[in-house]
């Protein structure tokens, strides 16, 4: 794991240590020095931390007029043990939220375990960003996370499932991958209706 690197060919439009808005602002980080970890395996370091023993983040893209972000994650999303969901809803949605952010894509391809608790962070985020007419939506899930998911009910919050996954995102820019996010739930809503 030490050597997946959060996608980088965004970088030239925006990096969350340079953004004064972001939780990561003034953040450094080195090439050489591994110190974050997901059990025993040591991950890159340009992986942000957020409280999480286990699962680990990067802000890769936010449009504060447009009011979108996408995060990729890494590493064991456990609510059971380390409430995860707390962490990524405190450290880092409560952030972008105040800065009028509502809609959410998250990157999952890196997560490969989910395990759940209660869902009142997830309602709380859902809540949140639905009043003001956001969304909260996954991309790539793996499918025994998905099953996961969907045991915990988490499927009234957060909206994935096939018609998410399989995405070619990372040639795109990060417009294109919002407008194709926001295109796939309008479809998946009219077809549920």
């Given amino acids: 794991m030490h050597d997946i690197e ?16 972001s939780p990561f602002y003034g953040r450094r980080y080195s090439e050489f020095s591994y110190s974050n970890r997901v059990y025993n395996y040591l991950l890159h370091p340009q992986w942000d931390e ?13 449009d504060y007029d447009e009011r979108y972000a996408i995060l990729e994650l890494i590493g064991e999303w456990n609510d059971a043990l380390h409430n995860d969901i ?9 952030y972008l939220m105040a800065e009028g952010i509502n809609q959410y894509i998250l990157i999952m391809e890196g997560v490969l375990n989910f395990h759940s608790d209660t869902d009142d962070y997830y309602e709380e985020w859902y809540q949140e960003v639905v009043d003001g007419g956001g ?16 045991g915990s009910g988490l499927d009234r919050f957060l909206r994935y499932g096939e018609y ?4 070619t995102w990372r040639p795109q820019k990060p417009r294109r991958v919002h407008e194709a996010i926001e ?6 809503v009219r077809r549920v209706f």
Avoid: C
């Avoid at 957020?50 to 936010?62: A, D, N, P, Q, R």
């Avoid at 998410?164 to 995405?167: E, G, K, R, T, V």
């Avoid at 295109?183 to 998946?188: P, S, V």
């Fill in 6 to 21: 959060p996608h980088f060919q965004w970088r030239d439009n925006y990096r969350a240590e340079d953004d004064a808005a």
């Fill in 50 to 62: 957020f409280g999480s023993e286990t699962l680990y983040l990067k802000i890769l893209f936010v």
């Fill in 86 to 94: 707390m962490f990524l809803k405190r450290e880092v949605i409560d």
């Fill in 135 to 150: 969304w909260i939506a996954m991309l790539n899930v793996h499918d025994h996370v998905a099953d996961e998911m969907n």
């Fill in 164 to 167: 998410l996954n399989h995405l």
């Fill in 183 to 188: 295109g796939l739930l309008q479809t998946e």
